[in-house]
């Protein structure tokens, strides 16, 4: 069960300094999106009314990232407290539970988060549920101080107690709040403390104070995971990595070698396909059902059809369309480009800006020659033409349907339906020259010594 009523803010006007980049924190890629979006698509989940999303200054990207969510901005970094606060207009009205979340927090999962929702709608009523965790090393994050009559305070590391600090429950930074009661209590929030910061944590205590009860809920430190640091985003991309791939494997994907094998957030992939170790998936990639991806291939923005098979070493760039049945080989890129059901290109190939007709067979060594400097031209293939090997395609070329083009042509005019094109130099061959040639070098060389 979860409480209908849920408005949800997210935190990310914090400037990530240690992660040492022009690029704001939450905007660095987790499986090949922003990880600022994998949280929103978490919280989605939860069907909330309104989603703010608290921006600092110069973060433009993550505003256009998060839309149509509003982002609303914080000019100055005055603490989480104040950070919220900044929500208050967009909240205006608002009396259901309000989900604070950190945008630099976005593994956590779903169950999590109703079972936050779930302790506020519960016995006493908490105007705050506070997630908890017991990360192998606290560190520095702010404990959760448990009374008897559950949470009374969260006490930030830098003004805790020795006694404090030696508690293991750690703030995660997520809370679940009584939205009638949350600016009421922002507002009542003070900066006299170690950082001189408007801490989110002290409306614990506040809520306290005025006799309302507060609670938490424990979470997985993997799922809680915040990332400040490069190490961190590793850290964290692993996770995701290892989340997509149990996904596929559950989902009927054969992985030979799991870990080697990298998946993007939106990667597609039918029952029966098989991935060779040493598989990279970019963005934008849809497998059908039986597809073959051996070992060592690089995939982003394409589509492969039913019972193709790709690779050792393919890459398949953004637009490639490869059908069913298709055979690519080792050492072939494809690039915005329809290979129509059943044509094979095996080996050392390049084919962008085109379409290969059905049952085409493409020679080793095919290049569609697709840039001229300054335009791409596009090159079609017609079905079941034969490209023989090392041919150059000057596009715009059309090779109409079932025509033959010789080994080692280049092919700069059209080629008429069911016809030969060879476009290379003619073979001479002499019979008996080679004796002759040796017999007089072999008469001029005795010549010079003889002088
Ligand atoms: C916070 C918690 C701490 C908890 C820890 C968990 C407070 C006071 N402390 O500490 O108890 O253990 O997170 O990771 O809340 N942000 C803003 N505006 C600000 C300040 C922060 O948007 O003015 C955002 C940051 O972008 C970040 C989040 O709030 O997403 C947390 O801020 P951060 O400074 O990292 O808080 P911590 O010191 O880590
Ligand atoms: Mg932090």
């Not at 059901?341 to 697709?370: F, P, Q, S």
């Amino acid at each position: 069960m979860v409480a209908e009523n849920i408005a949800v803010v997210v935190l990310a006007a914090g400037l990530g300094t240690r992660m040492k980049s022009s690029l704001p924190k939450v905007m660095h890629p987790l499986a090949g999106r922003p990880m600022i979006n994998h949280l929103l698509d978490t919280v989605a989940a939860l069907a909330p009314q309104r989603v703010v999303v608290v921006i600092g200054p110069g973060m433009e990207a993550v505003a256009q990232a998060v839309a149509p969510h509003p982002a609303v901005l914080q000019a100055e970094q005055l603490g989480t407290g104040h950070a919220v606060r900044q929500a208050k207009e967009a909240l205006a009205g608002f009396t259901g539970t309000v989900l604070v979340l950190y945008g630099d927090t976005p593994l956590i999962g779903r169950p999590t988060l109703e079972a936050m929702l779930e302790r506020r709608g519960g016995r006493l009523n908490p105007a705050v549920v506070v997630l908890g965790f017991r990360p192998a090393d606290p560190a520095e994050y702010g404990r959760l101080v448990v009374g008897p009559d559950g949470l009374s305070a969260i006490v930030e590391y830098g003004d805790a107690t020795p006694d404090e600090r030696a508690l293991d429950l750690c703030n995660a930074g997520v809370m679940a709040i009584d939205g009638g009661r949350l600016f009421a209590l922002v507002d009542g929030l003070s900066n006299a403390n170690a950082k001189g910061e408007y801490y989110l944590t002290d409306i614990v205590g506040l809520a306290r104070a005025e006799g309302a009860a507060c609670a938490f809920v424990e979470g997985e430190p993997e799922e809680l995971l915040g990332i400040n640091t490069r190490r961190d985003l590793a850290a964290a991309e692993a996770v995701v990595q290892g989340r997509l791939r149990r996904a596929a494997m559950d989902n009927g994907v054969t992985l030979e070698d799991p870990g080697t094998v990298h998946l993007s957030w939106d990667t597609r992939l039918g029952q029966d396909v098989h991935i060779g170790p040493f598989v990279y998936f970019g963005p934008g990639v849809t497998i059908g059902n039986g597809v073959e991806i051996r070992s060592f291939c690089h995939i982003v923005g394409a589509t492969i059809a039913p019972g193709a098979d790709v690779g050792p070493f393919a890459r398949l760039r953004p637009g490639a369309l490869i059908g069913r049945q298709v055979h690519v080989g080792n050492f072939v890129e494809v690039k915005n480009a329809t290979l129509e059901e059943g044509v094979k290109v095996g080996h050392l190939t390049y084919l962008g800006d085109a379409r290969i007709g059905a049952g085409a067979n493409i020679g080793a060594g095919t290049i569609t020659c697709n840039y001229d400097g300054f335009n791409k031209s596009f090159t079609d293939i017609g079905k079941g033409a034969f490209i023989g090997s090392n041919t150059s395609l000057v596009a715009p070329v059309v090779v109409g349907d079932g025509s033959i083009v010789g080994a080692g042509s280049v092919i700069t005019r059209n080629v008429a339906e069911g016809s030969l094109a060879v476009a290379r130099g003619t073979q001479l061959e002499l019979p008996g020259w080679v004796e002759r040639f040796r017999e007089r070098k072999r008469a001029e060389k005795e010549a010079r010594k003889k002088e």
